[in-house]
Structure formats: structure tokens, C-alpha cells
């Protein structure tokens, strides 16, 4: 029956229906694979959000930030420029955290030292502006980087956050001096900054803060640091977008869990590394 | 008489089809990175163009989107490097790379092939599968894409790749480049989508199905499934050598 009907078309139109089946076939999978495509990435970007940013991705940016992280041995250094290249006016991006008025002449700065239990009274250090002058002075000029995309070679002087680290016996389970060669295991994960008010604060891995170039900041263009730009003492983290640079130290702490970041709440990544 | 000839293998198909939306993601999370610091303008005496008027932003919902921008960006790129990866390991061991690479003839035919798209010639030079012009568009948008990698890592990671970073003469230079690589593959695309429009649907079938229906001249005779797995070289060459035929007659 069916060969007889066959026989009743012509070879063309047997052809014909041949194209038509086997375009349908393949037009369909491609169609049922653009469907597929498209409700992947709406689970990606619809799902539950993880501190404003949907998990999945959150998760990919850790994976990123695992594939990128710093080691404390063989750091690669940031490119430094001749003092004359430094911008005369450091361009200012963020005022979070810097409202408040602050007696410079008078101002200390806290530092908790790590402890496994709730940190105790006798845990906090008060060091003042004079302290870190006393310890050997770091200058960097850098070109620094916003996560917005913008970029402007600066020059920042201050003491290194290494070198402040060792002479105060910080960033150790044990509180002995970090020693990042011998004795890696003993440093502390992560550090935590605050402004006084509390009101902007970052999350640094430790090899990160324990870069070279990192550093303990007081000075702009070789003159105190002006009020907008964290007045009396900021971060410079040239191995971090700008977002990790805060600026008028109140709080630095030590952990073995990844701080409140105040832009990583928001939906950025938590790691922010250059 | 007419019959199925193959086209495009199952493998050029996926990757084609996997990189058509990343590469649109790449472009539409990268746009929405830009923004936040969209600095860059054409000038040319008194008209300029900055790139992107706010008309466009607005209209595509693209201002403050930069986290999520980001966060998309830092997925996709994977993908697109994955993919792009594997289809020029791909075309070197398929030995299909003979047919994109360009050869010493490309360069001056690709532009009599231009000359005839553009109807200032009557006759396009002979060519198997890829035309010259279709040659040095092909490979040239792949060595696009691994410029775009290259910019894009010395972006992401300027302090991790320093050497690298100095050697296309700095972050702000990377960061040019790959913008300059974004507005080419948006061109790419634009005269690629025109050009499949012109080639017809027989053109545009073969990149999801595989096949191209061609007439072949042998009467009585239909293209066996087993002829169909021939070689893509194969297959290719004995399609063009009856287009001679039709040509001689």
C-alpha cells in the first residue's frame, strides 16, 4: 500500500519531503536547545541573590578569586612610575565613612589583636600618627585602579603593612612576629577595616595585606593626606581595585573568616584583586 | 539533479552556536561594565560620537549595572575561552584549518570578493567552502577573540601580569584595545548577519542542519549517508568542480 503510494510522487517531490523532514528535525533540537539555553542562564540569574549578587555567580567569583589568589612567596610587584608622572590632585571617588569630623591633632587608631576567644580589653592596641612615623617609611607610586575603569598614577607614602605587622606582633594565631617564608601557617586568613564610624569597611586576604606595596598610608604627593582622601590615615592596596583602599582608618582586625566587606555586600566581588 | 551535501560538521555547529550568545553576553556585560566609566569618543573635526550616547543606555536599561556586569563578565569568559579553545584545537586536527587559514592568494582576492559584494565586479573568484574575503574574515575574528582574551586578562589581573601589562604599553592601552575589539565584533556581526540574509536560506539552513542541497550531475543518483561522512574537504571540492561544469556549459 505504501510502496504504491510512493510510487505516485515524483523523485523531486520525494526529495522535496525528505529536505522538509530533516530540516524540521534539526530546527526543532536547535530550538528545544535555545529553550534550554535560555532557562540556564535565567536559573543564573534569577536565583537567590548571596549578599546582592545570585549565588551561582557569587560562587564562580570565589572560584575566580581561588584561581587568582595571591601567594606570600615571589609577589608580583605593580608597576611603579617616577614621582613626576603622579597626578597633582588625586581624584576622590567615595565620602562613606568620612562624615563624621575628626580631631586629627589627637587621633589614634585600634588595632585588635586576634584572639579565640570574644577579644579582651588588654587585645587592643591605640596607636597614634607618631608611632607609624617612627617605623621606616614606604613610598609607592602607582597607578591606581577603580573598579569603575578609570585609572590615575599616584604617589602615596606610609608605613607597610608588613613592617607594621612585625613590629607589633600582629596577624598571628600566636601573636608572634608573621613570618611569611618560614612560618606562612601561623598568619591569619584575613584582616578587617573600619572608618571610626563604621560606616565603610573591607575585608583583605592576607597575602594581599601582606604585599610589598601595601601600605599603612599618611602621606599624599609628599604633603599629610588631605580630609577627602582619608585624612589622617588610609589604605593603599595597589594589588586591590579602589573600593579596598579605605580611607580614615578607625578599626583593624584580624580573622580566620572573611570580614563584612561594604561593596561586597552589595553585589561586587569579595576578592576585588588586580 | 539535486542532493544533500554536507557543510558543516556537528563540531563546527556547537561551537558556532555555543559562542553566537556568549559572545553576545561577553558584549552586553562588558557594555554594562563600560558604562560606569564610559570615556571613550570618535572625533572628526565638528562631529563627534561618544561611545555610548545616554539614549542608548537609557533605552537599554544599562545604567548601575555595573556589579552585575561584572559578575556575568567573569562567568562567560570562561565559556568563551573554553569554546574558543577547543575549536581551534578543532580545526588544527581536523585538518580544517586549510580551508579558513588565508593563503598567499587570499589577501587579493578577498578584496575582488568584496569588489563583487559590492556589485562593482561581475565575477567572484572560484573558492571551496570559504571565499578568500570569508578567509581573512574568519581567521581574523578568531585572532580578535584572543586579543580580547589577552586585553581582557591584562584588565582583570593588571598587578598579577605586570610584564604582560607593559607589553601592549599599559592598562589604560588594554583597556583600549579591548574596547576597539568590542566595536569590530559588533561590525563582524553586523556584516555577517547582512551576508547570511544575501547567501539565502539554502546558506543559513547548513548551519543548523549541516547540509546544503546542491545539484550534483550524475542522473539517477543520491548522496548515500556513508557519502555523506566523506571527508568535509571532499565533499566540498566535488561540489565545486560541479559548479565548473555548470559554469563551462
Given at each position: 500500500m505504501t510502496k504504491m503510494k510512493k510510487n505516485n510522487f515524483t523523485e523531486e517531490q520525494i526529495f522535496k519531503r525528505k529536505v522538509l523532514i530533516r530540516t524540521i528535525f534539526s530546527f526543532g533540537f536547535f530550538f528545544i536547545l535555545c529553550i534550554i539555553g535560555f532557562k540556564f542562564f535565567h536559573a543564573l540569574t534569577d536565583a537567590p541573590k548571596d549578599r546582592g549578587m545570585p549565588i551561582p555567580l557569587r560562587q564562580i567569583s570565589e572560584v575566580n578569586a581561588k584561581i587568582f589568589e595571591r601567594s606570600y612567596d615571589n609577589p608580583a610587584l605593580s608597576k611603579v612610575f617616577p614621582k613626576e608622572l603622579a597626578a597633582k590632585r588625586a581624584r576622590v571617588n567615595g565620602m562613606i565613612g568620612m562624615r563624621d569630623k575628626l580631631d586629627t591633632s589627637n587621633y589614634f587608631f585600634k588595632v585588635v589583636r586576634y584572639s579565640k576567644l570574644t577579644p579582651q580589653l588588654s587585645d587592643t592596641l591605640l596607636i597614634s600618627l607618631d608611632d607609624l612615623r617612627h617605623l621606616p617609611k614606604t613610598e609607592v607610586v602607582f597607578n591606581f585602579k577603580c573598579i569603575e575603569g578609570w585609572s590615575q598614577v599616584s604617589w602615596w607614602g606610609g608605613v607597610r603593612f608588613s613592617d607594621f605587622a612585625k613590629k607589633y606582633n600582629l596577624g598571628t594565631f600566636n601573636n608572634l612576629i608573621p613570618d611569611t617564608?618560614?612560618?606562612?601557617?601561623?598568619?591569619?586568613k584575613y584582616v578587617g577595616l573600619q572608618t571610626p564610624d563604621k560606616k565603610y569597611y573591607v575585608g583583605i586576604d592576607m597575602p594581599s595585606m601582606m604585599h610589598p606595596q601595601t601600605i599603612l598610608c599618611y602621606e599624599l604627593n609628599g604633603k599629610p593626606l588631605p580630609m577627602d582622601q582619608g585624612s589622617p590615615l588610609r589604605l593603599i592596596i595597589?594589588?586591590?581595585?579602589?573600593?579596598?583602599?579605605?580611607?580614615?582608618?578607625?578599626t583593624i582586625f584580624f580573622s580566620e573568616t572573611p570580614p563584612p566587606d561594604y561593596w561586597a555586600d552589595r553585589g561586587y566581588d569579595y576578592f576585588s584583586g588586580l | 539533479m539535486k542532493a544533500f551535501s554536507k557543510k558543516h560538521s556537528l563540531a563546527v555547529r556547537w561551537f558556532h552556536w555555543i559562542n553566537f550568545p556568549v559572545l553576545f553576553l561577553m558584549i552586553w556585560s562588558g557594555t554594562l561594565i563600560y558604562?560606569?566609566?564610559?570615556?571613550y569618543k570618535l572625533n572628526a573635526g565638528l562631529f563627534e560620537f561618544k561611545f555610548y550616547p545616554d539614549s542608548l543606555y537609557k533605552s537599554l536599561n544599562i545604567p548601575h549595572r555595573l556589579a552585575e556586569g561584572m559578575s556575568l563578565h567573569f562567568l562567560f569568559m570562561w565559556i568563551f575561552l573554553l569554546n574558543g579553545f577547543l575549536y581551534v584545537m578543532f580545526l588544527i586536527f581536523s585538518g580544517q584549518w586549510r580551508l579558513i587559514l588565508p593563503n598567499r592568494k587570499s589577501w587579493k582576492e578577498a578584496f575582488l570578493v568584496l569588489m563583487h559584494d559590492l556589485h562593482l565586479r561581475k565575477k567572484a573568484p572560484e573558492f571551496v567552502k570559504y571565499n578568500a574575503a570569508q578567509r581573512v574574515a574568519y581567521t581574523g575574528v578568531v585572532f580578535m577573540g584572543v586579543l580580547s582574551l589577552v586585553t581582557g586578562l591584562i584588565i582583570y589581573k593588571p598587578a598579577t601580569f605586570p610584564s604582560l601589562t607593559s607589553f601592549v604599553g599599559g592598562y589604560e592601552n588594554a583597556r583600549l584595545i579591548h574596547f576597539v575589539l568590542t566595536i569590530l565584533f559588533i561590525l563582524f556581526f553586523v556584516v555577517h548577519i547582512v551576508q547570511v540574509i544575501i547567501a539565502g536560506w539554502n546558506n543559513f539552513r547548513a548551519i543548523i542542519t549541516g547540509w546544503e542541497i546542491t545539484e550534483i550531475q550524475?542522473?539517477?543518483r543520491e548522496v548515500t549517508p556513508k557519502e555523506e561522512n566523506l571527508d568535509q574537504l571532499n565533499t566540498s571540492e566535488k561540489r565545486n568542480i560541479t559548479n565548473d561544469e555548470d559554469e563551462k556549459k
Open positions: 617564608k618560614n612560618h606562612p601557617e601561623q598568619l591569619l595597589p594589588v586591590k581595585y579602589g573600593i579596598k583602599h579605605l580611607k580614615k582608618v578607625g | 558604562w560606569a566609566n564610559g570615556e550524475t542522473p539517477n
